[in-house]
């Protein structure tokens, strides 16, 4: 069996990670080489983790989603300070917000709503999701292990309305 690798040799340049720095709240990239603002992640980042981040702010999110819409998979799980961060990006596809705690179903909603190309996503113990209203035709995998609020209607209901799981 071929394990493969989460990022491929060829993409290794297009990858930024960043996990368990805890003291990070925000994020500046002051290389203007690769863009002309100071916030967004360089257009040759495709992929971020900044998983554990635990001090990230629901508006450092959005700031980033918003000054850099090339991201295709990002990473947020254990980011426990995040309740209400408004993502919208058009190339999103991969997003982690595994133990994401303080996610309530009208952040999810949102997401969904305003980030048409997810097509996997892990909200694994996001404790406070109970009836996200999920509506994709791009979506092929989402998780949600351990929320223990999400009731069977919710599913249902996401079956029926995600044509690609």
Not at 111 to 128: I, N, R
């Amino acid at each position: 069996v071929h394990i493969k690798s989460p990022i491929d040799l060829e993409d290794w340049n297009r990858f930024l990670s960043l996990p368990f720095c805890h003291t990070l709240s925000s994020v500046r990239f002051t290389n203007s080489v690769f863009f002309s603002s100071p916030f967004p992640v360089p257009q040759h980042i495709s992929t971020l983790n900044l998983s554990c981040c635990t001090y990230l702010t629901d508006e450092t999110v959005t700031q980033l989603f918003s000054a850099s819409p090339h991201l295709k998979v990002v990473d947020l799980s254990f980011c426990w300070q995040l309740a209400h961060p408004r993502i919208v990006s058009a190339s999103l596809e991969r997003l982690v917000l595994e133990q994401c705690n303080g996610l309530t179903d009208d952040c999810i909603s949102y997401l969904f709503k305003h980030c048409t190309a997810l097509s996997e996503v892990d909200l694994s113990s996001c404790s406070q999701l109970s009836a996200p209203f999920i509506r994709s035709k791009s979506l092929s995998a989402i998780s949600l292990n351990h929320c223990i609020l999400v009731t069977e209607k919710t599913v249902s209901d996401m079956m029926t309305h995600c044509s690609a799981l």
